[in-house]
């Protein structure tokens, strides 16, 4: 079995396969490939709703990954960027987190969203 099926759907979602999940992806094709498919087939599920759209899914991962101060936002960031949303939608769903988590994840969100758009205008 291989894990080019898997990362082409984060190469679909964020234009990259972010280095932790890669990583995941390789070491668990080796030992447990059916609990790699399971795991992998409801992320899908679940992010590929049939009810609410990809801009929407990925600005709420981005919040609550911003709660948690996960390295993760920047690539749910960048998937929300590549459904559609913009620098206003992004910085009001890190306004939402900022609501539950204060200060840590508005910082947050600051880092993040400074690093995704000063790589964009290279």
Same mark, same amino acid.
Do not use: C, W
């Given at each position: 079995?291989?894990?080019?099926?898997?990362?082409?759907?984060?190469?679909?979602?964020?234009?990259?396969?972010?280095?932790?999940?890669?990583?995941?992806?390789?070491?668990?094709?080796?030992?447990?490939?059916?609990?790699?498919?399971?795991?992998?087939?409801?992320?899908?599920?679940?992010?590929?709703?049939?009810?609410?759209?990809?801009?929407?899914?990925?600005?709420?991962?981005?919040?609550? &990954?911003?709660?948690?101060?996960?390295? $993760?936002?920047? #690539?749910? +960031?960048? /998937? @929300? %960027?590549?459904?559609?949303?913009?620098?206003?939608? &992004?910085?009001?769903?890190?306004?939402? $987190?900022?609501? #539950?988590? +204060?200060? /840590? @994840? %508005?910082?947050?969100?600051?880092?993040?969203?400074?690093?995704?758009?000063?790589?964009?205008?290279?």
């Amino acid at each position: 079995m291989s894990t080019e099926k898997y990362k082409a759907h984060y190469i679909d979602m964020i234009g990259m396969v972010p280095p932790k999940v890669a990583q995941r992806l390789d070491f668990s094709v080796d030992v447990d490939p059916e609990g790699l498919d399971r795991i992998e087939t409801l992320r899908k599920d679940i992010l590929l709703s049939n009810t609410i759209d990809q801009k929407h899914i990925q600005l709420m991962a981005f919040a609550v &990954l911003l709660t948690q101060t996960s390295a $993760a936002a920047e #690539f749910h +960031g960048r /998937a @929300a %960027i590549r459904a559609g949303a913009t620098k206003e939608q &992004l910085y009001d769903a890190a306004k939402v $987190a900022f609501l #539950f988590r +204060g200060l /840590a @994840a %508005i910082n947050h969100a600051g880092e993040i969203l400074t690093k995704i758009y000063a790589q964009d205008d290279e």
